[in-house]
């Protein structure tokens, strides 16, 4: 079933790139990805930029017809008011952006962002039409108790209840582990299917195997060229949230390429195993 999922991978620019340094970046990773032959179809790419250079993103992409899809890092759960240095989610909407991350570590980190925000917003993100990325994953110590996937897979249990089936098959999960995050050294291929397969499981019980086998289930933490097509070895991992690797456009151009060489084999052995019982 997850050759039917069209993986995702989503760049996480986080605090770098001014918006001319956005617009050149975003031509030469369309450049890199067409001299290649790339096919779009294989694998779906976002870049979330910060706030100031979406619209010079947006603006190059339509005009260049690019297949590249935007993100937000953030968002507000309010939709309008006196909230100085706040963006809403229907800001974002008419901004054409796609997806929205929610509950970042880095921002439960350094702002007040609690599993109460991330509800609401969450809530806001799928209400203006965009799909929420929800970061999740246990910090070293929840590691060390050996709890990881029930911290996990509880940091999604509260968000993701009362969503209709609609708004659930609309989400997305990032498996993040805390330590993984910009230490050079990911989590194992393991880690990450058992993390997503339980994060899918729990939307099983909760909407059905048929919205659970929409949900896209990301991979975060010190993934890029080099360790994608491993980190991708189990059939939960429907790509990745990519930080300091999607900063380069050589090295992001490589992971792309790299997924959907995953996501093309993945089709076909499910093609083949299809073929094989109806015979
Ligand atoms: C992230 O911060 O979402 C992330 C995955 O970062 P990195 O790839 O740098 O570990």
Same mark, same amino acid.
């Given at each position: ?8 991978v989503?760049?996480n ?13 975003v ?7 067409r ?21 010079s993103? /947006? ?8 297949h ?29 952006c ?20 991330v509800?609401?917003?969450v ?9 929420p ?8 110590? @929840? ?8 911290y996990?897979?509880? /940091?999604?249990?509260?968000?993701i ?5 609609? /708004? #659930? ?7 993040e ?9 990911? #989590? ?23 919205? #659970? /086998? ?24 429907d ?11 050589? @090295? ?21 195993? @299809?073929? @094989?019982?109806?015979?």
């Open positions: 079933m997850s050759a039917l999922r069209v993986p995702l989503a760049g620019w986080k605090m770098h790139f001014d918006h001319l340094q956005a617009t050149y970046f031509q030469k990773l369309s450049w890199l990805l001299d290649a032959h790339f096919n779009f179809s294989d694998a779906e790419i976002a870049i979330m930029p910060p706030f100031t250079a979406i619209r993103v /947006q603006v190059l992409v339509h005009s260049d017809r690019m590249i899809k935007i993100g937000a890092q953030n968002v507000s759960s309010l939709s309008e008011g006196a909230f100085t240095g706040d963006v809403s989610a229907e800001m974002l909407q008419k901004l054409d796609s997806y929205v991350i929610i509950g970042h570590s880095e921002r439960r980190k350094y702002h007040p962002e609690d599993d109460a925000n509800v609401d917003k809530r806001a993100t799928l209400a203006a039409g965009m799909k990325i929800l970061c999740v994953g246990e910090s070293f110590e @929840e590691r060390r108790q050996g709890i990881e996937l029930d996990a897979v509880g /940091q999604v249990r509260d968000v209840r009362d969503l209709s089936d609609k /708004q #659930a098959e609309n989400m997305l999960v990032a498996y582990p805390v330590w993984a995050i910009g230490k050079g050294n990911s #989590a194992t291929a393991q880690d990450a299917q058992d993390a997503a397969a339980a994060i899918r499981g729990l939307f099983a019980r909760t909407y059905g195997e048929r919205v #659970a /086998q929409k949900v896209r289930v990301l991979y975060g933490g010190s993934a890029n060229a080099s360790n994608a097509v491993y980190l991708m070895q189990g059939p939960d991992v790509g990745f949230l990519v930080g300091g690797a999607s900063l380069d456009p050589l @090295e992001f151009s490589k992971m792309i390429r790299l997924v959907a060489l995953v996501a093309r084999k993945r089709r076909k052995n499910a093609q083949a195993s @299809e073929e @094989e019982s109806t015979h």
